[in-house]
T-cell receptor
Framework: AQKITQTQPGMFVQEKEAVTLDCTYD???????LFWYKQPSSGEMIFLIY??????QNATEGRYSLNFQKARKSANLVISASQLGDSAMYFC?????????????FGKGTKLSVIP | DAGVTQSPTHLIKTRGQQVTLRCSPK?????VSWYQQALGQGPQFIFQ???????QRGNFPDRFSGHQFPNYSSELNVNALLLGDSALYLC????????????FGDGTRLSIL
């Protein structure tokens, strides 16, 4: 079974500043994938970035980067140069490789508010 | 390139009724998953369909059932609705290959009175 923990219910960041959203995970699977999604108030879940457990480098996608520390079982999302449109819920999720590896397991999310 | 589409957008039902939600996957995707998202929570996995078969099921009762059609579209059926079934229901599609990201639709917001 997989477990995702997001300990920050809410975060504030000044526009144009960088922000880190925390995510820790737990799994016994030898390989797994970690995902971050953004959910604006309208409801749709938008895929942001993916990190495989055996990837040597941290993933980056535009202003998003994933700070992957395998020994600490953490996969923090870093958003650089925050914009007002970044205000949303952010969910960390994972998928394992063992039995039942088809589902995404989500954390409870972090609500990010960008201040002008 | 159309993304994942879900219908209807909103639905209001009463306890004991039955509901059917629909999903068309992103073009080229062959796998459809359904999630339930209660207010203030992360999505919870209901089940996944591939090649018209239920491939995996989460911790949901048999009142929740689904179907996948030859064109990869899918339906989620919920019988004997309870107040606790009020939630946002999200459909996600992906390719079968390992760790391909799932792409979500806008969801169906179901309210039970």
């Amino acid at each position: 079974a997989q477990k995702i923990t997001q300990t920050q219910p809410g975060m504030f960041v000044q526009e144009k500043e960088a922000v880190t959203l925390d995510c820790t995970y737990d799994t016994s699977d030898p390989s797994y994938g970690l995902f971050w999604y953004k959910q604006p108030s309208s409801g749709e879940m938008i895929f942001l970035i993916y990190q495989g457990s055996y990837d040597q480098q941290n993933a980056t996608e535009g202003r998003y980067s994933l700070n992957f520390q395998k020994a600490r079982k953490s996969a923090n999302l870093v958003i650089s140069a925050s914009q007002l449109g970044d205000s949303a819920m952010y969910f960390c999720a994972m998928k394992g490789s063992g039995a039942g590896s088809y589902q995404l397991t989500f954390g409870k999310g972090t609500k990010l508010s960008v201040i002008p | 390139d159309a993304g994942v589409t879900q219908s209807p957008t909103h639905l209001i039902k009463t306890r004991g009724q039955q509901v059917t939600l629909r999903c068309s996957p992103k073009s080229g995707h062959d796998t459809v998953s359904w999630y339930q998202q209660a207010l203030g929570q992360g999505p919870q996995f209901i089940f996944q369909y591939y090649e018209e078969e239920e491939r995996q099921r989460g911790n949901f009762p048999d009142r929740f059932s689904g179907h996948q059609f030859p064109n990869y579209s899918s339906e989620l059926n919920v019988n004997a609705l309870l107040l606790g079934d009020s939630a946002l229901y999200l459909c996600a599609s992906s390719l079968r290959r390992y760790n391909q990201p799932q792409h979500f639709g806008d969801g169906t917001r179901l309210s039970i009175l």
